[in-house]
């Protein structure tokens, strides 16, 4: 059964590829039921560029405020006219993404002589660490870059078969597409020099010579994300010189790989967000896992001549796909202490499954068989529960608390929830045990205080936006919060202290303007008044008679 999905006539193809399609999507399909969860509402729900008829070019423009990947915003952006508020049809076409993807990862995996092509292909299809990824409607980003990024290696491949210049374009454009898809494909240019040499068992300078413009797009893109990411945590310590000394680093990094590769052959307790590592002290097993990850490499380097060879790119293959979120960069997104989830392993757990499966197909065919079915069965009936999971923000965040009850996160995004359903008293609970379980959040600071204000607590609220604009300073958001806060408590003058701040730090800010007008106008600054007045109008046509505003209180 296994060889047969590799070496059968064209028609069996077809009837594989059928077969894979379906498995998958069955398993899926407590996904169709899941609704907008987490940041569902920052990229789609509530997004302008989104909804807005004319927001196409300004998702094609290059802006600090959002991540550079159009081609998956752009898919938001049809979409919205297709299904609007129905998650359904994200859901669905987020399942679709996924299987396209996967059945270039099949070809592929032929094309470089993989035993088990197919089954690979299915287990990584409906592996459970993977649900995340298909379920939820925000990564988009990880199913849509799948095509591009199986595309390019698929072309790439062909290139170097037939040597023909048309393939290698292909290639080089498919992988632009995958980093507009979302960046975290730029290992792939190791991936390709990893092809030559598992092809040839060499790589020679003509190899180096033709992948380096990938390479070259892969820096670009990286430092682009980079960037954008470092402006969006403002006030947070600086991405190159970091909290944490390299060596550091680079021992946590070893703890990473090795969770990841755990979790693709355990995928157990699996949780939307996974505890915090906090290293008490840096003792020699600190370096146990980075020490282990150089010691096999070595070993399957001496021995690539034989087994060794499937090890060595299985492991190397992994590291490049994984090397940007392991934490040796400081980056803004991985935090100051090392931190895992799910999706951003996605790409990556295909090294680690191919390597098992093909250890697998040396068994004898009726055994191999047997034990496929087995794992497949019981990787399906968890990614199904995993899956189920995403059905609404209340079971998805009550199920990473039943796995991880410091998850302060999981708090906060509750709070954000019955906020919008104005459940506010539940909001306050969450909000205040997000601050409980980490003090510096300040997005938690911030939503407490706005709930408050509109229980009419002033004084406390004020309290929480002081620390929000402490922890998070250069937000003009929060800072204009603060000013609204302290205008509604009639402390005037602080008032056009912190919303200066926040027309400092957001210049187009209309509201902070039409606030800080009226705060003038209290205080009897009638000239200040109007000019800010008139500043709110220009920047907010449609804003309801902002000269309300000027009237005394």
Sequence with gaps: MCDNAVNAPEKKQWAWAALLVLVTVLVYLPALKAGFIWDDDLLLTDNQRIQSPHGLRELWSFSLDSEFYPITWTSFWIEWRLWGMNPKGYHA????????GVLLVWRALVALGIPGAWWAALIFSIHPVNAESVAWISERKNT?????????VLTFLHFDRTGKSGWYWASFASFAAALLSKTSGVGLPVVLLLCVWWRKDSIDRKDLLRVAPFFLLAIGFGLLT?????????????FFLGNRPPLFRIGAAGHVFWFYVGKVLFPVNLMAVYPLWRFASVTPWFWAPTAAIILLLG???RFRARAGKAFLFAMLYCGAMLFPVLGVFDAPYIGRSPVVTDHLQYLATIGVISLVVAGIMRLPRAAANSLLVVILLVLAALSWRRASVFEDPVRFWNDTLARNPQASRAHYNLGVHFDKQRRYDEALKHYRLTIELDPNYGKGHNNLGKTLIRQGRLAEATEHFREAVRLLAGH????????????????FPESVIQLRQAIRHKPQHANAHACLASAHAQLGNTAKARHHLAEAARLDPRHPDFSRLLQPR
């Design 93 to 100: 076409t987020n399942i679709l993404f996924h299987v396209l």
């Design 144 to 152: 849509l870059s799948l095509i591009f990024y199986a595309l390019t």
């Design 226 to 238: 980079i960037w954008v990411q470092e402006w969006q945590s403002i006030g947070s310590r600086s």
């Design 299 to 301: 070993v399957c380097w």
């Design 476 to 491: 003009g958001e929060l800072y204009y919060n603060y000013g609204l806060a302290l205008f509604l408590a009639k402390r």
